[in-house]
Every structure is written in C-alpha cells, then in structure tokens.
T-cell receptor
Framework: AQSVSQHNHHVILSEAASLELGCNYS??????LFWYVQYPGQHLQLLLK??????LVKGIKGFEAEFIKSKFSFNLRKPSVQWSDTAEYFC?????????????FGQGTTLQVKP | GAGVSQSPSNKVTEKGKDVELRCDPI?????LYWYRQSLGQGLEFLIY????????KSGLPSDRFSAERTGGSVSTLTIQRTQQEDSAVYLC?????????????FGDGTRLSIL
C-alpha cells in the first residue's frame, strides 16, 4: 500500500536557522509529490509539487524540496526560516496513477520558529 | 467567493445524532474531495467527486458516512448516528479537474465534536 512518513513531528528552530523536514514515501511506480502548509487558523496551501523533470523543486516563500528516488524521499528545505514560517507542514503523495487526484498525506510536522 | 467555502465552521452534537456538512467548491472546479483530519490519524482521504459522480469513495470509514454532490457544485457529507470517534476536522478541496496536474484548493474545514 502507498504511504507517506514524516519523521519529525515537532521541530523548534530559532529565526535564521536552516530547515529540513523529512518525508519518505512508499510506492514503486511513478510518483507525484507535494508539500502543503497550514498556517495557524488558515487553510491548507500548496507550497510546491514534483511531477517529473528536475528533482530539485522550488516553491513559494523560499522553500524547496529535493526528490531522491533511490531514497524514496522528498525532503523540504529552507536556508533561513522566519517567525512567519511557524505552521504545520504536510507531505503528500498522489495515489496510484493519479487519475483521481486522491492525496495520501503524512502525519504532518509542526514547525515552531522562535523570534 | 474566491475560495472553497465550508459550513458550518464548527459543529457540536450529541452521540447518535445525524450531521450534515456542506462544501461550496471554487466556481468551475469539477473535482471535489473530502478529507478528514483527526488526532492520531493525520489527514485521510474520504471521497472524490468528478462532477456529480463519485468514482472513488474508498475512504469512507463506514456505511454511516455518505456524500452527494448536486449540479456539479455543492457537496454535502452526511454522518448518521454519530460516534465519538467521528470527532475531527472535515476538509473539502476542489480542483479544475481530477488528476495529478490540477492543484487542490482546500477550505477552512468543519470542526466536528461529538459529545
């Protein structure tokens, strides 16, 4: 069965620190991967997505993610976090062939950035 | 409105009662999804609509859960004879079409509490 695993459940960083959130997936076929963010009191928003091509994907607000097929990973990175990055982050895998658009989510990582 | 609208934003009800949750997708979006976000379970897919049809309802946890969509627009998720384990945030998302290349836009969710 397809699944997504996020290793870090709660991360606390100081402003300007570098961020890397882990995401591993389980699926043997072609993958489409996403990172979503949920800021406090707001709805889920798409940060970035990987479908094919360059495995280094750049998203909004200075975030990027690298797809490493051999490691079944899609880790999210940001060189220097800000207090406003405090949020919950979800990694997601598109299910199966992608015909339906059904997403399989990881458990989420809560990021707290201290000013 | 510009985004996905869900109502009510909060619902508190007694165990055994039926509840109806509503989702207004973004105008023109043919695909509509329901997800559930609960403690310990993360974000789980419930059902996918393309137009008024539901080609994937594999995530509905029991026959107490049902959903419909009319006019290719508004969708309602109904939970009959609610149980305490139904307490969660129910999220609706819509996209221009089903499939991998159409990003899903999420609503703010309905927080359901079963007493």
């Amino acid at each position: 069965a397809q699944s997504v695993s996020q290793h870090n459940h709660h991360v606390i960083l100081s402003e300007a620190a570098s961020l890397e959130l882990g995401c591993n997936y389980s699926y043997g076929g072609t993958v489409n991967l996403f990172w979503y963010v949920q800021y406090p009191g707001q709805h889920l928003q798409l940060l970035l997505k990987y479908f094919s091509g360059d495995p280094l994907v750049k998203g909004i607000k200075g975030f990027e993610a690298e797809f490493i097929k051999s490691k079944f990973s899609f880790n999210l990175r940001k060189p220097s976090v800000q207090w406003s990055d405090t949020a919950e982050y979800f990694c997601a895998l598109l299910h199966g062939s992608g015909n339906t658009g059904k997403l399989i989510f990881g458990q989420g990582t809560t990021l707290q950035v201290k000013p | 409105g510009a985004g996905v609208s869900q109502s009510p934003s909060n619902k508190v009800t007694e165990k055994g009662k039926d509840v109806e949750l509503r989702c207004d997708p973004i105008s023109g979006h043919t695909a509509l999804y329901w997800y559930r976000q609960s403690l310990g379970q993360g974000l789980e897919f419930l059902i996918y609509f393309q137009g008024n049809s539901a080609p994937d309802k594999s995530g509905l946890p029991s026959d107490r859960f049902s959903a419909e969509r009319t006019g290719g627009s508004v969708s309602t998720l109904t939970i009959q004879r609610t149980q305490q384990e139904d307490s969660a945030v129910y999220l609706c998302a819509s996209s221009r079409g089903g499939g991998s290349n159409q990003p899903q836009h999420f609503g703010d969710g309905t927080r359901l509490s079963i007493l």
